[in-house]
């Protein structure tokens, strides 16, 4: 009996390790952005050029990433994020969702430029039906800086993806090693390393490769989410446009965008999404018309409340909730591949 015990207890010892070290298996996709840049010298940290290093010279700078997991690298386009249209955001989905569905892939890394690096993860977190982590990372300093933070962005953003912690939270953010959900991150600062801040907080930080979490989020996303980009036909979306509120406007541009065939504006009003007197006979015969109004606010934090400042149920408004306006854009378009009625477009607003 011993010796069977024994012989048990050798064949465990000599299983268990390969158990404990087995590693998730994690895809890079790279789109280009300031973590693939280039500048002139070392010392160039804001002067560079975007889109410039391959994904396999990003995995390479980083060879400690294949110690997180099983990491492959995908180039899936090579341009500076605010160049990026339609066409390129559903290319995208499209790639990470079928990415996604293979059962030998535990989760996606999205290298990205910052400028719309969070309009990507909000759509990213709106359309694709998986509860694997989908983390989307970029940088503020090209590749070839003396600080470039790159390389410890993209080795945080492995650890995130590849850790069984964070599937079915939704679509991240990881930058500066704060964890935060793509539904209320945006850029704050175009200079410093900490660009990224949510007025709701990060949903955690990782530290030394290991995610810590302090909060979850409670709107609809992936999953949940009743937009599925599997349904989504061609490579475009319904056409939103945002026009920036101030004083002294002119209604030109809000008439301008709906004869180029905008179903709906966003209008980024001051304060609490406020539109001034002069311009709301123009915003209620559009409405008319069949082009949606959602009034977001270019203040970053707070949110706009349905029925103050303007009258939005006598007009059929829409408010966006905290939304800013590029995330609004975003929802809107969406929304209108589903529907044309306003009420059903605010409760979009509410749940999402």
């Known amino acids: 009996m011993k010796k069977t015990v024994s012989a048990l207890t050798l064949s465990l010892s000599l299983l268990l390790p390969c158990v404990a070290f087995a590693k998730n298996s994690v895809v890079v996709v790279a789109t280009g952005g300031t973590i693939a ?7 160039n940290s804001a002067t560079y050029t975007a889109a410039k290093v391959p994904v396999d010279a990003l995995l390479n700078a980083v060879p400690q990433i294949q110690n997180l997991a099983n ?3 995908v180039q899936a386009m090579q341009v500076a994020s605010e160049s990026i249209t339609d066409k390129e955001l559903l290319s995208l989905a499209r790639q990470v969702n079928d990415l996604l569905k293979k059962s030998d892939v535990n989760g996606v890394v999205i290298t990205h430029g ?3 690096l969070e309009e990507t993860a909000f759509f990213l977190n709106l359309v694709i039906h998986s509860d694997k982590p989908i983390v989307l990372v970029g940088s503020m ?5 003396l600080s470039a933070d790159g390389p410890l962005n993209l080795y945080s953003a492995v650890a995130l993806a590849a850790d069984d912690s964070a599937k079915g939270k939704g679509t991240f953010v990881l930058m500066n090693d704060d964890i935060f959900a793509a ?10 390393t900490n ?13 030394e490769g290991k995610p810590y979490w302090f909060r979850s989020t409670t709107k609809r996303h992936n999953t949940s989410s009743e937009f599925n980009i599997e349904n989504i036909k061609g490579d475009s979306l319904p056409l939103v446009q945002i026009v920036y509120g101030s004083g002294n406007m002119l209604p030109d541009a809000y008439t301008a965008y709906a004869k180029a065939g905008a179903k709906a504006i966003i209008h980024a009003g001051t304060g609490n999404g406020s539109v001034a ?15 949606q109004i959602i009034r977001s606010s270019r203040v970053p934090q707070g949110f706009v409340l349905r029925n103050a400042e303007q009258p939005d ?3 059929g408004w829409v408010v966006a909730h905290d939304l800013n306006p590029q995330k609004a854009k975003l929802l809107a378009a969406l929304a209108l591949t589903k529907t044309k009625d306003a009420k059903e477009i605010q409760r979009i607003f509410w749940e999402y």
Do not use: M
């Open 37 to 43: 840049g280039a500048g002139a010298s070392s010392t």
């Open 71 to 73: 990491v492959t690298g």
């Open 114 to 116: 910052t400028d719309t």
């Open 141 to 145: 300093r090209p590749s070839t800086a």
């Open 183 to 192: 539904r209320d991150v945006s850029k704050t600062i175009n200079i410093h």
């Open 195 to 207: 660009a990224f801040a949510s007025q709701w907080g990060a949903l955690g930080t990782l530290v």
């Open 277 to 291: 007197n002069y311009i709301v006979p123009t915003l209620t015969e559009l409405q008319k018309q069949g082009v």
């Open 313 to 315: 149920d006598k007009y």
